[in-house]
T-cell receptor, first 116, second 114 residues
Framework: AQKVTQAQTEISVVEKEDVTLDCVYE???????LFWYKQPPSGELVFLIR??????QNEISGRYSWNFQKSTSSFNFTITASQVVDSAVYFC?????????????FGAGTRLTVKP | DSGVTQTPKHLITATGQRVTLRCSPR?????VYWYQQSLDQGLQFLIQ???????AKGNILERFSAQQFPDLHSELNLSSLELGDSALYFC?????????????FGPGTRLLVL
């Protein structure tokens, strides 16, 4: 069964520090999809990125970057020069391919607090 | 704003009661998903509908049911409510119904059972 582990329950940094949120996943499928979502204090879940298992290229979007390593089953998320607005709970999620297998599994989330 | 709408935003009810949560997907999306977020269980997938038909089922209790209507909006019905059903209920939508689809989430309905 698929599983997502976000070992860091809470992280606190000071503004402008870089911070990496870890995500480790387990799956038996060779085709799968990984996601990151942000849940700010307002409560909604905001989509950040999707990556499929065949694309190990790292991605950068502004201050955000993602490092996908199949060898270690990890999909880590780095925020460079963090800002107070980055304070939120961040979720990593995994979805396996296969018809009728749309059970997206979320990790427990990492609460990031960025202090001014 | 994801384009997914959910009503009501907040709901307070008593044990044993029944409530209905409503979701309207993004324009053009055919698939709707329901999730429950609670402190002890985290974010859990409940059920998915695609173009009016049930596509996948997760950890949905028998007291809960859902449906998707011809206009693609969806309702989640929760009955015989218990204290433990207090949670944030999210609806998400996607264009298609496959596991590769990006799901866009609504703002959620916060349910409090007293």
């Amino acid at each position: 069964a698929q599983k997502v582990t976000q070992a860091q329950t809470e992280i606190s940094v000071v503004e402008k520090e870089d911070v990496t949120l870890d995500c480790v996943y387990e799956t038996r499928d060779t085709t799968y999809y990984l996601f990151w979502y942000k849940q700010p204090p307002s409560g909604e879940l905001v989509f950040l990125i999707r990556r499929n298992s065949f694309d190990e290229q790292n991605e950068i979007s502004g201050r955000y970057s993602w490092n996908f390593q199949k060898s270690t089953s990890s999909f880590n998320f780095t925020i460079t020069a963090s800002q107070v607005v980055d304070s939120a709970v961040y979720f990593c999620a995994l979805s396996e391919a296969g018809y009728n297998n749309n059970d997206m599994r979320f990790g427990a989330g990492t609460r990031l607090t960025v202090k001014p | 704003d994801s384009g997914v709408t959910q009503t009501p935003k907040h709901l307070i009810t008593a044990t044993g009661q029944r409530v209905t949560l409503r979701c309207s997907p993004r324009s053009g999306d055919l698939s709707v998903y329901w999730y429950q977020q609670s402190l002890d269980q985290g974010l859990q997938f409940l059920i998915q509908y695609y173009n009016g038909e049930e596509r996948a089922k997760g950890n949905i209790l028998e007291r809960f049911s859902a449906q998707q209507f011809p206009d693609l909006h969806s309702e989640l019905n929760l009955s015989s409510l218990e204290l433990g059903d207090s949670a944030l209920y999210f609806c998400a939508s996607s264009v298609g119904g496959g596991p590769h689809e990006t799901q866009y989430f609504g703002p959620g309905t916060r349910l409090l059972v007293l």
